[in-house]
């Protein structure tokens, strides 16, 4: 597939240089980070009504997972893609990231199934966009096949901000937004409003830069 082809490229904003230390609170007020192994054994969700905020989430920790070593796939349906040069711009090895591309998000939820019974990744990120639906028997398998591989499944939606999550099984639901700092220059944030495994509320934000056409 020739992804520079596509007409509905997704953009994101970049590091700064390397990935910039999140700006955190107190422990007592946010012990967690937006990290993979937070992520590890779970069905997460980032949500945004736009495109940036959870690409940006997700492309931060395939970078986290290329540095460990672990591999990490990419499932996405119909016309519109991550921008390629904006992952490599965050020292993503396109070459060792698998994208699937399939036309909906039965088949795509499908091919995230496969991915995860095989066991051979750390992460898959599953991008189900506007469209997003997961009935209860497809949420109960992918989650218990993550758990059973310590796989991270992300699911990436958009919706507006206090919509619910996809469903019970979540186990981490983030909204995501973007802040524009300066010239070029933006914060990211993601804001857990559902942690089964702490208390929700807790954020995780860094900066970054605007690539070329995004500022």
């Known amino acids: ?3 520079y082809a596509e007409k509905n490229l997704d953009r994101m904003p970049v590091p700064v240089a ?7 609170r107190p422990a007592r007020e946010e012990p ?3 990290n993979l192994s937070l992520l590890a054994g779970r069905l997460a969700e980032v949500s945004d009504s736009g ?6 989430a997700a492309a931060s920790l395939i970078l986290q997972a290329q540095q460990r070593g672990e591999p990490a796939a ?11 040069p904006d992952l490599v711009e965050w020292g993503i ?6 994208v699937v591309r399939v036309p909906d998000a039965l088949a795509a939820s499908r091919a995230a199934d496969q991915l995860l019974r095989s066991g051979a990744f750390g992460l898959v990120v599953l991008d189900l966009k506007a469209e997003a639906r997961m009935h209860m028997a497809v949420q109960s398998r992918l989650a218990a096949l993550a758990r059973k591989h ?20 979540v186990s981490l639901h983030g909204e995501g937004s973007i802040t524009r700092t300066a010239f070029s220059r933006f914060d990211w944030e993601i804001r857990m409003v559902k942690d ?6 807790w954020s995780h934000r860094e900066s970054c830069r605007g690539t070329d056409g995004l500022c």
Do not use: Q, Y
């Open 32 to 34: 967690r980070a937006w």
């Open 51 to 56: 495109a940036a905020p959870a690409l940006t």
């Open 93 to 98: 090895d396109l070459e060792a990231l698998p």
């Open 18 to 24: 390397a990935p910039a230390a999140p700006r955190r």
């Open 1 to 3: 597939m020739d992804v």
């Open 150 to 169: 310590h796989t991270a499944l992300l699911c990436l939606t958009r919706k507006k901000r206090g919509a619910p999550s996809l469903g019970p099984l």
């Open 196 to 201: 089964k495994r702490g208390a929700p509320g």
């Open 74 to 84: 990419w499932v996405c349906f119909g016309n519109s893609i991550f921008f390629p």
